[in-house]
């Protein structure tokens, strides 16, 4: 296939486009930046983030490519179907619970990042502990895209795949850069307009086409392949509520939501972007679904692309590009390339910006340098973000492996960050013992249940595990079981330590973690002291 020269140079626009707004959200952010935390306007935009904004932000920051590909590729997959398109459904509620529950308890405080409360309770050993995860997750998230932007545009382009991760990376490393939240705020308004306009203009040329069958017939009925209305079969019904626990739950504690809530200018305005977000985010996967019945319902054999069939071929990934490409006129074709590169790039900023924002605020300025100016913090939240782009360009290239890396670090979030988020939240009485029992019963529970896609066997067994063409395959929810059984650990074993140490089980001297205060035994010796008018020698409550 020659060179797709009218894409190549609409895509050069739209990037270049998108680079000037960037650069001029960054100019907009140095002009507001008077008189306020330049460190805090480059995390949460100072708090003066608009809900226009603050929605088209929240939004795009979900509405990313793995979003819009991956639901079309679900739909299109005979084995899977509609009723396995969990995501819009699992995100649209998580952005409602997480505004109803967790909003107030995050934009009172003025915490900057998630990791806050979790220093906060559990303090600064515990809380560089929980940043891996996350830390992890928004840099294999970050290369995945850049992998699924590669292969997209070597396929419809046929331009090599490695110089589209680099000039997405350089692009949105520089934009991020510079401005901060506003860069990347304002850069996701014009990416989810163009995402939107952009798919719904190419999906009538699709549905039209004549090598396209009517999707309402082929939704029930054997066509060129299975009924993309899908089925769930009885034996895998654990598994889809684990996954569709996994979205909804799992989907709350990364820095990439609370950096949209955080930024706005009243917990009532937070609220409201997460819960039109929500709305937003489920409209978002239409055109997708759209495109994934049509992939479906299409005869391949008579477009230009041919047989075998893209899932024949392995190319079920990339079932959305290729039906822009094959289905519609070649000027369609093009503004739908422009949607896929917007919606990679709405969701790479984020995740480069999250990562940034903890290592700056959570590790260098509470752990590394207390003493750091705001100058200083910022500078290491840019050259973090230089770093992890880098790593996670380079991790690009190894797009097999890289999505399941992400898969992996993104359900330790689950079954770490989210029970210790929600004991800090709303369990104040736990301790850091509890934080670090949890996070290793939950961590050697997630490990020890294997991973397929990584050709790591199961130690543990789930009831319902099974052999699937010679890889042994979960079916018990054990996702969310390992969550469940994090939450309680946390929760049994503060309990316990703080009976302990208050009844004098364990001497307090064993108590490194400093759970009691160290202050209960001096106060009534103080006190004493003050009335009686002369010194008095501080001494254990029970003696030494």
Not at 57 to 77: D, F, K, P, Q, R
Not at 180 to 204: E, H, K, M, N, R
Not at 205 to 225: K, P, V
Not at 330 to 355: E, F, P, R
Request: hydrophobic share 50%.
């Amino acid at each position: 296939m020659a060179l797709n020269i009218p894409g190549l140079v609409s895509l050069s626009v739209f990037f270049m486009l998108t680079l000037a707004i960037g650069i001029w959200a960054s100019w907009k952010s140095k002009k507001d930046q008077q008189n306020r935390n330049p460190t805090e306007m480059a995390i949460v935009g100072g708090r003066n983030i608009n809900v226009f904004i603050g929605l088209f932000t929240a939004t795009a920051t979900w509405v990313g490519g793995a979003y819009i590909n991956g639901t079309a590729e679900i739909v299109y997959l005979p084995s899977k179907g509609l009723l396995w398109v969990q995501a819009p459904v699992g995100f649209a509620l998580s952005l409602v619970i997480g505004g109803f529950f967790f909003v107030n308890q995050m934009r009172s405080k003025n915490y900057v990042t998630v990791m806050d409360p979790l220093q906060e309770t559990y303090g600064n050993l515990m809380g560089s502990l929980l940043f891996i995860p996350p830390l992890l997750g928004e840099v294999f998230w970050f290369a995945a895209i850049l992998a699924s932007l590669g292969a997209t545009m070597r396929v419809v382009l046929n331009i090599s795949g490695s110089l589209a991760i680099i000039v997405s990376a350089c692009t949105v490393i520089l934009y991020t850069l510079l401005g901060g939240l506003y860069s990347v705020a304002y850069t996701d308004v014009i990416q989810l307009v163009f995402i939107t306009l952009s798919l719904w203009v190419c999906i009538p040329f699709a549905l039209m086409n004549s090598a396209t069958e009517s999707i309402y017939y082929t939704a029930t009925h054997q066509s060129h392949q299975d009924p993309w209305i899908g089925k769930i079969e009885k034996q895998y019904l654990g598994r889809w509520l684990d996954d569709f626990f996994y979205l909804v739950l799992g989907s709350i504690p990364w820095q990439t939501y609370f950096q949209r809530v955080l930024s706005a200018a009243s917990p009532g305005q937070a609220r409201l972007i997460s819960y039109l977000s929500g709305l937003g985010c489920f409209s978002m996967a239409i055109p997708s679904v759209i495109i994934g019945a049509v992939a479906a319902s299409t005869d391949w054999n008579q477009t230009s692309y041919g047989l075998p069939s893209p899932l024949e071929r392995g190319e079920s990934a990339m079932v959305l590009p290729l039906v822009l490409h094959y289905l519609c006129p070649a000027y369609i074709s093009i503004v739908g390339l422009g949607a896929i590169a917007a919606a990679a790039m709405s969701s790479a900023d984020s995740a480069l910006l999250s990562a940034g924002s903890m290592f700056a605020h959570n590790i260098y300025r509470k752990i590394l340098r207390k003493e750091a100016t705001d100058i200083e913090v910022l500078w290491a939240m840019r050259i973090s973000m230089l770093v992890f782009g880098a790593g996670a360009a380079g991790l690009a290239f190894y797009s097999s492996s890289v999505y399941d890396l992400w898969f992996l670090s993104g359900e330790l979030v689950y079954a770490l960050l989210f029970p210790q988020l929600c004991c800090a939240l709303f369990t104040p009485s736990t301790n850091t013992y509890g934080s670090a029992a949890g996070f290793l019963v939950g961590l050697l529970l997630r490990l020890l249940a294997g991973e397929p896609a990584l050709s790591i066997p199961p130690i543990i067994c789930y009831p319902a595990c099974c052999l699937v063409d010679e890889t042994y395959s979960q079916l018990f929810p054990f996702k969310t079981f390992i969550m469940l059984l994090t939450l309680g650990t946390i929760v049994a074993v503060s309990y316990l330590a703080t009976v302990l140490f208050q009844r004098n089980l364990l001497p307090r001297r064993w108590d490194v973690c400093n759970i009691m205060g160290g202050t209960s035994t001096l106060i009534p010796l103080q006190q004493m002291e003050k009335q009686m008018g002369s010194p008095v020698v501080a001494l254990e409550e029970n003696g030494a």
